[in-house]
Every structure is written in C-alpha cells, then in structure tokens.
C-alpha cells in the first residue's frame, strides 16, 4: 500500500468559483478515487485563500469585512466540490487561526535561519496575481495573465533570500527530472531558476488583511507565502491521526500555468530555508479556454458548468473534462461541445452498450447472467487480452498522472465491446439457440447446452464481464456511473469496496469504490441478475 496526497491550488474568495476551480478540484479527485481503489492511504486537500488586497478590495466593494465576505464566498467553493463529487478531505481556510499561527511559525523560522532581512521595495503590481511584474514582462504595459493595468507601489518590507537557494534549488531539479509534470514545465521552471534569481519581498506595510510577521506586527506576510504554507500547515490540525508523518511531503500538487513559479521556485526554497522536506512532484494541467483565451471572471469570459452540472449530474461533467482536454494541455471547452460529448459517447456508446447488454440476457435468460458454458474459460474470450491490456495500460497512465489517456484507453475497450455486439449479433444467436432448444438439444441438464446455446452464454457472459471490468476502470472517472452499471449487473454495492482512508471527511466522502484488484477478467461473480431500467444517459435533445 502506498500513500497519495494530493493538493489544489487554495482558491481566491475576492470572486464565487467558476469552471477552471472546478476543472482542478475534478481531477484531483479523478486521481484521488483511483489511488483509493489501489488500497493507498490518500489525502485530499483543497483550501481557500481569504487574506490580500484583492480580497479586501472585493470585500469593501460589497460593504462587508474581508472575514463576512470571505464566509459567503468559502460556502460557495464547498459546493463546487459537492457538485463535482469530490472526495475532499479537508477544505482549508487560511483565515483560521490555526493556520494564522502555524504561518508565523514557518516564517520565525525562515527568519531564525538567517534568510530573512528588512529593505524598501517598489515595483509594478499587479493586484489580481498579488504579485509583482517587470516592465518587460508585461503586454502593452498591461499584466499578461488579467489584462489590467499594474499600480506602482513603493514600500518598506521583510525580504526573503530567496538568491542564496539558487544553487540549491538546481541541485534539486537535476536531481529530480520529473519533479514538475509535463516536462516542458520543469523546462520553463528550471530555466527561469538559471536566468538569475532575485530575493523576494515577503510582506507589506500598506495592508491591514493578513497575518501579521512574528516580530514586527506593523507588516503583514504576503498572501502567496501565507498560501503556499497552507499545503502544510493543514496537516498539522485537520482532523485525523499523524496527518503530517503519514502524508508530508505532498505526492502532488496540482495546478495550472498561471501559478507555477510560485510552486516551482519560491515554496521548494522557503521548505528548504525552513527545513521541511520538499513536494514529490508538481503537475501542471492546461488552461480551459473558451474563444482561444483563458476563462477568468476578471476577463469575463468564462462558461457557467453548474446549471450542466444540475442538469445532467456530476459524471457527465467529470467525463466532459477529462476526455475533451488532454490533461497537461490548454483545451477549449464550450456547452455544444460538453452536449456532442454527452450524445455520442455516454448515450450512443456507454449508455447504449449498457441497456442492449442488459436487455438481451433479460430476454434470451430471463434476466440470469449465463455461467461460463462447459470448458470455456475467461481466456477464450475474444475481449480476454484487450481487456487484460486495457486494465494495464489504465493503469500505467493513470500512476503517470495521465489521467485523459487513461481515460482514452478504457474508451477504445467500451468501442470494442460494443463492434463485439455487431460481430456476435446475439440476436441471431439467441435464434440459432431457440431452434436448438425446438429441436430437443441442450434439454439434458443444467451447465449442459448444445453449440448455439453455449455461443449465447458466451456472448452474454462477455458482455456481462467486461460492463464489471468497465465498472472498476471507471470509476474514477465517473463514480456514479459506474456504481450504477454494477446495480444494473446485479452486484451487491458491497463487492469489492475498497478499504477508505482513515482520514476523516470534510465534504460528504463517498465510498472508495471496487478495488482495483477486480480490474481482472474473469473475476465475474456468479448468479447475478441483471436489472433493467430507464437510459443512464437519455439523449440531450435540443
Ligand atoms: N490563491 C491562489 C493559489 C494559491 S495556492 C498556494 C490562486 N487562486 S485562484 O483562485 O486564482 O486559482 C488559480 C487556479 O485555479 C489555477 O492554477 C487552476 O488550478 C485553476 N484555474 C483557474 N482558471 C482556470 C482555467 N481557465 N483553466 C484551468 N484551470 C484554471 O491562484
């Protein structure tokens, strides 16, 4: 058993989430459910990132203080992880005083190890990246990420030497060349690192909205320190046993482009400077673009997914993102795209494969899944080395944190098992099987059937067998789905769930799901009955 912990970025209150939140809190849980179904001991952290100037600003164009806003807005980042059926663990706020105080630990430390001094800065900030740029850096004098124009602001404030972690941080990054997934982020990181780096200011004196530094409570720490701390100071008072010996240091975080650096240069030195060990690995997903640009609400250029999400449920969104974005890559989403998506592949595909598998071993066995006929094993099947290939290869991707390959694999077996239908046409089987019975064979005892009854059952195990596999393969990707394809084979809810982490849940933790020890063929139980129903996909029509 391994262990798994994972990280979002800790999202911004100033704004309610939208669908590039709930595109990373969705596949962190993609990668999260199947840790689980492994049997690992697995973390899930998401958080909120309630202090800075733009969530002061946010708060006083409402007439609220930054903590009433910030309230009303962390119900609202809950939800997107209800929404999206998302195991979380444990949401963090950083304005909980916990927090507040294990930040001021981090940084005394920092400062007791001789990396922190006193200076005066000025630059152009930007207030929405809470960060500030060079003038080459920005696009016609706006910043590249929001489009707005910087402030220029001139202060007197604590320094991080974050020059004298040069060295050390390329030490790290030879040493560990797939510390930042894919490789051309670890690229841009690294080169950014050997371009010379500058030490960095770590507070400010004009703010009143965050923590205050240890030993000079006339400054407060720069929000981006006080968030990336968060990833460590949760485990230090999230309910739960040794939190922070079971899952530190981080297997993941996740994130997109925009906040790389920060992850990539500045958190490795600050846990070196404070002396905790360093995350295992960075991934760093695509954009979800919408007109060639990335959606933000500052851009005011986003898609809404919850009203699809009320619609159609949590799975199809989930399946939306990770087929239509290759994980790792900008993708372009829009509503036409997630409703084709939905027809011809959880409908026309899924769905279909799932109803005609049902129904015919309803009609031709009145609803009993056959036994394997006499001296037919597993193996004989024409799916048996696709499907065991399948499993493998879903896996491999999967522990690579390619997450829409993973997908992509299993999607080409659900192609294959629905041209197996076409090319067995159990149909004409069950006629042939019919004659037989008409003509006296197979009338001679259970288990014991003539040619055409036996290709029936063959066929009809298949079927039967490779909707379970697709059951276990799925379930991360679609949890509820593949639960109901169980229900609809007749399988017990308890076969196979795997053992839950022993973490305790802040947001409604679903079952682990079937254990990936079933992602086998041939471990299909016998004696099941099928059950049929209404489509799990009704077609969307417009
Ligand atoms: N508060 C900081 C993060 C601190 S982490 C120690 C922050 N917050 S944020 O609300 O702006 O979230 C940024 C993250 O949201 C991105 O890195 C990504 O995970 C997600 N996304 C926001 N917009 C997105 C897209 N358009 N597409 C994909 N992901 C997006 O930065």
């Known amino acids: 058993m391994g262990k798994f912990y994972i990280t979002t970025p800790i999202y911004y209150v100033n704004d309610v989430p939208h669908i590039g939140h709930a595109y990373t809190t969705t596949t962190a849980d993609v990668a999260v459910r199947f840790h689980r179904q492994l049997g690992d001991d697995v973390y899930f952290l998401t958080g909120t990132d309630e202090h800075g100037t733009k969530i002061e600003q946010a708060a006083c164009a409402r007439g609220l203080t930054p903590k009433q806003h910030a309230d009303e807005i962390v119900a609202r980042f809950r939800e997107v992880a209800q929404k999206v059926d998302a195991t979380i663990d444990f949401l963090l706020r950083t304005t909980d005083p916990k927090h507040e105080a294990f930040v001021q630990d981090f940084v005394q430390r920092c400062y007791d190890h001789g990396d922190i001094y006193s200076g005066s800065y000025s630059g152009l900030y930007c207030p929405a990246c809470e960060a500030y740029y060079i003038e080459e850096n920005l696009v016609d004098g706006l910043c590249p990420d929001h489009g707005l124009a910087p402030t220029k602001m001139e202060e007197d404030n604590y320094f991080f030497r974050l020059s004298a972690y040069q060295e050390r941080l390329l030490e790290h990054y030879r040493a560990n060349p797939d510390w930042i997934r894919p490789r051309h982020r670890f690229n841009e990181a690294l080169s950014f690192i050997e371009q010379g780096l500058d030490d960095i200011s770590i507070s400010r004196s004009t703010l009143k909205w965050g923590i205050s530094v240890p ?6 720490i720069y929000v981006w320190i006080d968030a990336l701390i968060s990833y460590l100071s949760a485990l230090h008072f999230a309910p739960g046993e040794d939190l922070v010996s079971r899952f530190w240091p981080p297997t993941y975080h996740l994130m997109a ?44 250029n986003v898609m809404d997914p ?18 239509e974005v290759s994980f790792g890559q900008d993708g372009t989403v829009s509503e036409e795209g997630f409703k084709s998506r939905y027809n011809s592949e959880l409908a026309n595909e899924l769905g279909n494969l799932l109803s005609r598998s049902t129904s015919m071993i309803d009609k031709y066995r009145g609803g009993a ?19 065991s290939a399948t499993a493998q290869t879903a896996r491999e991707r999967f522990e690579e944190m390619d997450l829409s390959g993973a997908l992509e694999t299993i999607w080409v077996f659900v192609r294959r098992m629905n041209r197996y239908v076409e090319e067995q046409a159990p149909w004409k089987q069950a006629k042939e099987a019919a004659a037989e019975d008409a003509a006296g064979a197979g009338a001679t005892g259970p288990g014991v059937t003539g040619d055409a009854n036996a290709a029936l059952d ?7 067998e490779g909707l379970r596999l697709l059951s276990v393969l799925l379930h991360a990707f679609i949890p509820a789905t593949a639960a109901a394809i169980r229900e609809r084979l007749g399988m017990p809810a308890a076969i196979g769930v795997a053992a839950s982490s022993e973490a305790s849940s802040e947001v409604g933790r679903a079952d682990a799901g079937p254990s990936w020890e079933e992602a086998v063929w041939g471990a299909l139980p016998g004696g099941l009955t099928v059950v049929t129903g209404p489509p ?7």
């Open 458 to 464: 063959a066929t009809l195990w298949d079927l039967a």
């Open 215 to 220: 030993w000079d409570d006339s400054q407060v």
């Open 257 to 300: 482009q925009d906040i790389l650096k920060f992850h990539a240069i500045i958190w490795p030195a600050l846990l070196m400077s404070a002396g905790y060990e360093l995350p295992e690995h960075l991934f760093i997903h695509g954009y979800l673009k919408l007109g060639g640009e990335k959606m933000s609400k500052t851009r005011g």
């Open 306 to 323: 919850f009203p699809l999400i009320e619609q159609y449920g949590a799975d199809p969104f989930r399946f939306y993102c990770l087929r």
């Open 536 to 542: 799990l996909f009704p077609r969307i029509e417009d």
């Open 369 to 387: 899944v056959p036994a394997q006929p006499a001296g037919r094993s597993p193996d004989d099947s024409p799916l048996a080395a696709e499907a």
